[in-house]
């Protein structure tokens, strides 16, 4: 299977590669910019709000999924929007389940590197904007690591998807939720092997993401 | 006056780490600040600079006061040494920027290394690199901690040279703090001395030096 492939099989990596980079790339785009702005900004109750970005990094994936499902349900506020049981909706989830891990990340790395950079553009008078893409810029090889962790918890994750997507077949099926079925239904050759081309996949993505890393040195 | 200190007071718990009744700095003067390690000088500057807020008390500058910092540590943005230079500048100038970058550049012996990631620099080029980039803008009045005490003989006294001629083009005012007395003697007008966060005496900077009265300065300027 893994070296012949087949329809069923190109059209579940398809998916889950869809669902897993737009996730993790846009958990990445609301993540980073909360994390440098929490670190790199003084006010009262920050304490509180890093707080809260750490606990939010456990969020329990069950947890979102049926959030995420009660919402958009038929009767939930955002039933008419007609998303339950798609793509879509599982890349809100992962969304949900990511973001607040890329913040707590950012904060946490931006926090050990931000006292020079801001002491050295508050200085030379640089505006907080510019500061912030300034230690943005110092920050982007720990925000490609950041991006990969995204990208792993995104493609790996089985949880919030199988409550919102339904594992529908030809529709919402991906590769973690098909693992999930075979397990169920005794496959167990076919769901290791599955697991293998996710982990194939997990490589490839760590491999074009050192390039990138070296090249941008 | 460009500057006026009343009652400034910083203290961590119950250790007090800078304590001024009253001090005004005045225009176009060149003061260094001089004292043993945690004597206050950079808490001072610090304040100053507005990049610790955490202090009691007030200073004020004279209106609209263009004020540069530079600060201990001196940091090399992971950029081209250039492009670390040509951050320094409003907008309105880029197009005059990179010829006044190369000419700071060049001012400071930085020329070679201009394609150089200013991150990867030694200490020494670092602060030549800070000092560059904060000279490439206009400044009312400078705040340098220790801003050479990572360069070598040559490069500190090309340093000085080239912050002297922009302290002399700009009318600026200069407070710096400093571990050489020699670099004191040098380039302040007046000198002041700090001993746990007190300013205990201050002076012209031959007077100071050679005559000092007060027994923690004696002291002091006996184990320099």
């Known amino acids: 299977m893994m070296i012949s492939g087949n329809a069923l099989l190109r059209e579940i990596v398809a998916t889950t590669l869809q669902m897993a980079f737009s996730s993790s790339l846009l958990a990445l785009l609301i993540g980073v910019p909360i994390g440098v702005l929490v670190a790199n900004s003084n006010f009262h109750g920050k304490k509180i709000i890093v707080v809260l970005m750490r606990t939010l990094m456990g969020l329990p994936p069950v947890v979102v999924g049926i959030v995420i499902f009660v919402l958009f349900s038929g009767t939930g506020p955002f039933g008419s929007l007609r998303l339950i049981y798609s793509v879509d909706l599982m890349i809100i989830a992962q969304v949900c389940l990511i973001f607040p891990i890329v913040a707590g990340m950012t904060e946490t790395f931006v926090s050990s590197i931000s006292s020079p950079i801001l002491e050295t553009a508050k200085g030379l008078g640089i505006g907080k904007l510019k500061t912030n893409f300034l230690t943005l810029n110092e920050s982007k090889y720990q925000i490609v690591a950041i991006y990969l962790f995204a990208f792993a918890r995104a493609i790996s994750e089985v949880g919030a998807v199988q409550i919102v997507g339904g594992n529908i077949l030809h529709k919402t099926r991906v590769m973690t939720t098909t693992i999930a079925l075979n397990y169920n239904t005794g496959q167990f050759t076919y769901a290791i092997a599955l697991g293998i081309i996710l982990l194939l996949i997990a490589l490839g993505v760590n491999l074009i993401a050192s390039l990138l890393q070296r090249r941008t040195k | ?224």
């Open chain 2, 1 to 224: 006056m460009i500057l006026t200190i009343e009652n400034l007071k910083k203290q961590y718990g119950d250790k007090v780490v800078l304590d001024i009744e009253k001090f005004e700095f005045e225009k176009g003067l060149k003061y260094a600040i001089i004292g043993a390690n945690g004597s206050g000088k950079s808490t001072l500057l610090k304040i100053l600079a507005k990049t610790d807020k955490q202090s009691n008390g007030n200073f004020e500058f004279e209106k609209d006061t263009a004020v540069g910092f530079m600060p201990q540590h001196s940091f090399g943005f992971s950029m081209s040494v250039l492009n670390n230079i040509m951050l320094a500048f409003p907008l309105k100038y880029k197009n005059i920027a990179k010829v006044k970058t190369l000419e700071i550049l060049e001012k400071l012996m930085l020329l070679p290394l201009k394609k150089k990631n200013g991150a990867h620099l030694s200490g020494g080029e670092t602060e030549r690199l800070a000092l560059g980039r904060l000279l490439s803008n206009h400044h009312d009045i400078l705040l340098l901690d220790e801003p050479t005490a990572s360069m070598d003989v040559q490069s500190a006294i090309v340093a000085e040279k080239v912050l002297l001629e922009y302290l002399e083009q700009n009318g600026a005012t200069l407070i710096f703090a400093t571990h050489s007395l020699k670099q004191a003697e040098r380039i302040a007008d007046i000198i002041i001395f700090f001993a746990n966060g007190k300013l205990i005496e201050y002076g012209k900077t031959k007077t100071v030096l050679n005559f000092p009265t007060s027994s923690q300065l004696i002291e002091f300027l006996q184990k320099a």
